[in-house]
């Protein structure tokens, strides 16, 4: 159990701070807010003025534009960083360094070699490092990630996942870094080690002269002879997200702009006739298409955002690795790496080497080492 897990009461609400009030951090404030198992007591921005509006006019939480003063705080354990990548590094060692929890936003580092800094200090001093893997914690990726740990779609075939709208073209990354760390973080938690990706190679295209890839394809064949395929873009006019994932029994067609029916399990699919033939008889066979039920299970609308938070709390009073864990992160990493290096060597699949391990089963417990 964590030192800080030990120390103190469990039902007490967790002191927390939140570092980067941009885009994002006003999305952690709502909800850490909402949760009345922790207590939210400071926000912190370079920009004190996005500090305060963050905060709110009429309320006890307090604003600052310097980090120092948060982590001096001792009823501060657990701090949530929605800065820009490039200074997630930093901020987290500081926080790790100062004893408090992290839940830190995707993408966790801008290198595998940062990320599993970050592993190995979190891991030192037995203190959680959670990775806002957001769409991990949605009710359909849950139901999938059941689906396919259940068997219910069989030997999983084939994933397809579509993340394109007219997005803001960011100034200090590609959309690969922007986009795909949310389907990588939805591959690894879905597949939960029933299969992984073995190679990845990447192709970008870059036609507004924008001086990186606003349109992206990752290709990952993955163990068992599956594969993977993702698209994100930042230049489509319409919005598609959209993930599928084959199995040799079922199929699931995850949309998630579809409220009314976010999952769609399909019990359709082609088989071969004598799957057990060796390979010239299959050759001569046909195949015979299964034809059977669409199921679209009833969802719960909830905010993921809300179970991110709990997950966290939950995480530090019980002192365990949190469902999305800092190695989840460094996977995701490991994966956009070896895609930098596949568009450098104009899309040539680059092997990888993930550990066939699931993501935090939110039972491991924390050890300081
Ligand atoms: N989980 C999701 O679905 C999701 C969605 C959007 C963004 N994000 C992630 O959230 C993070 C922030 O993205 P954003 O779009 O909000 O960025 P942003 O640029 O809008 O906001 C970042 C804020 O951090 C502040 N900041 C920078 N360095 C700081 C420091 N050292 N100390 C304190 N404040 C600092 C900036 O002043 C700014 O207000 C990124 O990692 C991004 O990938 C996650």
């Known amino acids: 159990m964590s030192r800080l897990a030990s120390d103190r009461h469990r039902s007490e609400p967790v002191g927390v701070a939140v570092v980067g009030a941009g885009y994002w951090g006003p999305n952690l404030v709502r909800n850490l807010l909402a949760y ?17 509006r963050a905060a709110g006019r009429y309320t006890t939480i307090r604003a600052t534009d310097s980090l120092e003063t948060v982590l001096a705080d001792p009823r501060v354990e657990a701090v949530a960083v929605a800065t820009p990548p490039a200074t997630h590094t930093a901020v987290v060692l500081e926080c ?9 936003e995707k993408p966790l580092a801008c290198s595998v070699a940062d990320g599993e800094r970050l592993v190995a200090m979190a891991a030192r001093s037995g203190l959680v490092l959670m990775l806002d893997h957001t769409y991990c914690y949605t009710p359909a990726v849950r139901r999938l990630r059941e689906l396919v740990m259940s068997g219910t779609l069989g030997k999983i075939q084939y994933v397809d996942s579509v993340r394109i709208n007219l997005g803001l073209v960011q100034p200090d990354t590609d959309v690969f870094w922007d986009l795909a760390p949310h389907d990588l973080s939805i591959l690894d938690f879905v597949l939960d080690g029933s299969c ?3 190679a990845v190679a990447a192709h970008g295209a870059d036609p507004i002269s924008a001086g990186r890839p606003c349109i992206g394809y990752l290709t990952l064949p993955l163990t068992g002879g599956a594969i993977a395929h993702i698209h994100v873009n930042w230049l489509s006019p319409t919005k598609i997200r959209t993930t599928v994932v084959g199995g040799s029994r079922r199929t699931v067609v995850w949309d998630d702009l579809c409220p009314s029916q976010r999952l769609s399990v399909y019990d359709r699919g082609v088989e071969l006739a004598e799957p057990d ?3 010239a008889t ?3 066979l046909t195949v015979s298409y299964r034809v059977g039920d669409m199921v679209a299970p009833a969802l719960p609308e909830t905010e993921a955002l809300q179970h991110v938070v709990m997950e966290f709390v939950a995480s530090i009073r019980e002192g365990r690795l949190p469902l999305t864990d800092g190695a989840a992160g460094v996977r995701v990493l490991r994966i956009l790496e070896a895609a930098a290096h596949s568009l450098r060597e104009r899309g040539a699949a680059i092997p990888l080497d993930l550990t066939p391990v699931g993501t935090g089963n939110g039972v491991a417990r924390l050890v300081a080492v």
């Open 196 to 198: 992984w990706p073995t």
């Open 36 to 52: 009345e198992g922790c207590e939210l007591r400071w926000v912190c921005d370079l920009s004190i003025e996005r500090a305060l």
């Open 277 to 279: 033939a060796d390979a």
């Open 96 to 104: 790790l360094g100062a004893g408090k929890h992290v839940l830190v």
């Open 282 to 284: 299959r050759q001569a």
